[in-house]
């Protein structure tokens, strides 16, 4: 074989990865099952009911609803799920006006006032997904939050306003861990006082 053909056999492998990762990374920013679709639309100057709405993703990745359980809504871009949502409205509607907002499922845990799965837009920051949740407590270590996404942890200092990984936007499955601040006294000093009057208590035992 030669290296001429040796070297566009490698470009084309190496162009073939590339759009491979591209794709996965569309995907991976994309709808999820568990996501929702927040639908609205106008009609002969009227929202239109029947086609109005909060859709959630089901498992095969269509809107569960009568209607639009034909349109697929996983697999691909954000931005591509209006072209699919148009399309299927056309059929039934002349020149329908429409807003279509996906809405993504992320748990927010830890130190906040009120942990819980939240669906938000998908223009929503970390920092926005934490205020969402009551905001962090007086014990909470905005410093080093973790943001758990694809089975990896990146941190994320909530504590500078200037900080870019707080304007970090979420995607669909995020986990956000708001931890505990650490108190000297309460996680160190605390446990050895306990095991030291632990101990003490035993010696006072076996002496009588």
Known sequence: ???ILKSLLLLAGLIAAGNARAQSAANSEGLNPGDQV???VWGQNAVQPGFSGDFMVAPNGTLVHPLYRDVQVTGIPLAAVEDRVRTFLTRYLTNPQFVVMPLLKVIVSGEVRTPNVLSVPSETTVAQAVVLAGGPTSNANTQHVK???DRQ???VD???ADSQAASLQIRSGDQILVPTKTNALRDY???VTSTIAAVAAIASFFRH
Do not use: F, Y
Request: glycine share 6%.
């Open 1 to 3: 074989m030669s290296r």
């Open 38 to 40: 927040r639908i609205l």
């Open 147 to 149: 943001l758990l996404r």
């Open 153 to 155: 942890e990146i941190a």
């Open 158 to 160: 909530l504590s500078r």
């Open 189 to 191: 000093i605390g446990p």
